[in-house]
């Protein structure tokens, strides 16, 4: 009961993930809250931050100096903690599958909390998968306008009712200090571009970058050191690609934030580090060398101004986004983010019994089906032998599944609506994710 004059407890928000980047974004997003209880909760998967990952993902939060806010789990461990903890907000941080999987223990919850999602960085185009596996979430964030748009309207297409609720992307808060530095940063990525030849091609423009100005470093931004891993699996790696690199041309593993710090300019294909550069004041090149295309998740760049090739880079010469552009891509204005007012007022209608849960059904092949979908997040962190045959018995009918849809290919992106492809389609992808690997 609330007296006249006191104040309403606060509410208690918990966020659950694993990888790297979604670690990162959870933590820097309820961080953003006022008058909060937190927690971050890094559950046992193949994907599960290190140490030394997980303190460059909370850099710059008050869970740096706050480790009792921390709490590392086992999968079976999750239901008992949250039962006891009785949270009002889980914020669901983790890779597609992984936020499904969450979604069934929380449905096992007597008292149970408003469930919110969200995806890490940069979202268009708007992928099928992410929001098909996060419909049973009472909300899903993301960063832009144009992602609400995209996601919204991809919804109606496949018939998925999720609310879609904007935020400014958390770790790229502009700044009003800047002291300049001289660093070109590259900003790598585990899955763009995907082949050798391109990424050989990178290393040898940031190698000539290097020799163009020796006085000068180039620093490869790297997210994993060797032996981590990522929320993606990296193949050819920059430290293999750059094996005889020039002396000024260096490794960082730090966070993104103090790689800025000392940045002259940040150049990428298209990862989300051009906004934290750009909130930051650091101007940046989005490199487009190998086109625009859908695997290259770059399409969000046009008529951004920041678009420049190889000769650019060698040259530095970096570049400022176009204030329209901005605008409509992360860097709306702050009042706009009403995700959490949004997530209030979901709490709110459920301690009144108005909110209904969204229980996430069981998957058409039964327990075997669910048993794989376990073991496909837990890999050897499921122990039971339920996974271990449905490891066995469904991996392939899967993989089957998969390839079929992919040879379909185009088939599939033809609007629902009818009409031929517009702008405003080519935001979202009907079709599996374009690379060969998911990133939802």
Same mark, same amino acid.
């Given at each position: 009961?609330? !007296?006249p ?43 599960v ?8 993902? %909370? ?30 907000v889980? =914020?669901?941080?983790?890779r ?32 099928? $998968?992410?929001?098909e ?8 964030? =993301? ?7 995209a !996601?919204?309207? @991809?919804?109606?297409?496949? $018939? ?23 660093? @070109? ?10 082949? *050798? ?19 000068? *470093? ?21 430290t ?26 940040l ?12 909130? &930051? ?18 399409? =969000? ?8 090739? &190889? ?14 552009? &901005? ?15 949004q ?7 459920? *301690?009144q ?16 089906? &669910? ?21 066995l ?24 609506? $009818? ?9 979202? %992808? ?11």
């Amino acid at each position: 009961m609330t !007296y006249p004059g006191s104040r309403e407890p606060r509410l208690r928000v918990v966020a659950i993930g694993d990888a790297d980047s979604f670690v990162k974004w959870a933590a820097h997003l309820i961080d953003r809250l006022d008058d909060i209880s937190q927690h971050l909760l890094l559950v046992d998967t193949p994907l599960v931050v290190s140490d030394a990952q997980k303190d460059a993902a %909370l850099a710059d939060t008050r869970f740096a100096t706050r480790q009792q806010s921390v709490s590392r789990v086992a999968f079976s461990a999750v239901v008992e903690w949250l039962a006891r903890d009785a949270p009002d907000v889980v =914020v669901l941080a983790g890779r597609a599958p992984f936020v499904r999987l969450m979604s069934r223990e929380i449905d096992r919850l007597a008292r149970r909390p408003v469930v919110v999602s969200g995806l890490p960085g940069m979202s268009i185009p708007a992928l099928r $998968g992410a929001l098909e596996y996060r419909r049973h979430c009472d909300l899903m964030v =993301v960063h832009s306008r144009r992602e609400v748009a995209a !996601y919204a309207r @991809l919804g109606r297409t496949i $018939g998925v009712s999720v609310p879609i609720a904007l935020a400014r992307l958390p770790f790229a808060q502009r700044s009003t200090e800047r002291q300049g530095g001289t660093d @070109l940063v590259f900003a790598a990525q585990a899955l763009v571009p995907q082949s *050798r030849d391109d990424r050989r091609r990178i290393a040898e423009i940031l190698r000539l970058a290097a020799v163009a100005d020796p006085t000068r *470093r180039v620093v490869v931004k790297l997210r994993s050191r060797p032996g981590e891993v990522e929320a993606h699996r990296e193949r050819d790696g920059y430290t293999e690609l750059l094996e005889n690199a020039p002396e000024n041309l260096v490794f960082s593993f730090a966070p993104m934030s103090e790689a800025l710090a000392t940045a002259e300019g940040l150049v990428t294909v298209s990862s989300t580090a051009a906004i934290e550069a750009l909130a &930051a004041g650091v101007p940046v090149i989005a490199l487009d060398t190998f086109g625009i295309r859908p695997e290259l998740l770059n399409r =969000v760049f046009e008529e951004s101004g920041l678009l420049g090739s &190889a000769d650019d880079v060698v040259a530095r010469r970096f570049r400022h986004p176009d204030p329209r552009w &901005a605008t409509t891509n992360y860097f709306h204005d702050p009042r706009d983010s009403l995700w959490w007012d949004q997530a209030r007022r979901l709490v709110a209608l459920r *301690r009144q019994g108005m909110l209904p849960a969204r229980v996430v059904p069981q998957p058409r092949g039964g327990a075997l089906h &669910a048993a794989w979908h376990r073991r496909n997040v837990l890999g050897a962190h499921d122990r039971s032998v339920s996974g271990r045959v449905a490891g066995l018995l469904v991996t392939p009918a899967i993989a089957a599944l998969i390839a079929l849809k992919r040879r379909r290919g185009g088939r599939d992106a033809v609007p629902a609506e $009818g009409g031929t492809m517009d702008a405003g389609t080519q935001d979202f %992808l009907l079709t599996p994710s374009p690379l060969r690997e998911a990133i939802g």
